[in-house]
Nanobody, 124 residues
Framework: QVQLVESGGGLVQAGGSLRLSCVAS????????MGWFRQAPGKKREFVAH????????FYTDSVKGRFTISRDNAKNTVYLQMNSLKPEDTAVYYC?????????????????WGQGTQVTVSS
């Protein structure tokens, strides 16, 4: 069983930066691959970024490539999402998720555990 708690969201002007954190409970954090998803008002939740259990491989949706960076610290049971050059269209609730042995990392149903989300609002 893994519990995930996100933090770091807030209000920022366009062009600004935020770093989201997701702390996991449980001893087996390093077994899990981790993803970040987001859900904007009136829209479906969408994939943002993924990182393997070792941190050696990452994957991003096209709209955030070059602006967002996912990383993890297994010693701290934490995964991060550094968001730079933020745009108003990045406004959403951001969720972290954990899964094991994922084949398709962009599909939310493949993840086993989810956090409650943190709000990111980017003003123009």
């Amino acid at each position: 069983q893994v519990q995930l708690v996100e933090s770091g969201g807030g209000l920022v002007q366009a062009g600004g930066s935020l770093r989201l954190s997701c702390v996991a409970s449980g001893r087996a954090f390093s077994r899990y691959t981790m993803g970040w998803f987001r859900q904007a008002p009136g829209k479906k939740r969408e994939f943002v970024a993924h990182i393997t259990w070792s941190g050696s491989s990452t994957f991003y949706t096209d709209s955030v490539k070059g602006r967002f960076t996912i990383s993890r610290d297994n010693a701290k049971n934490t995964v991060y999402l550094q968001m730079n050059s933020l745009k108003p269209e990045d406004t959403a609730v951001y969720y972290c998720a954990a899964g094991v042995g994922l084949v398709v990392v962009t599909t939310e149903s493949n993840y086993d555990y989810w956090g409650q989300g943190t709000q990111v609002t980017v003003s123009s």
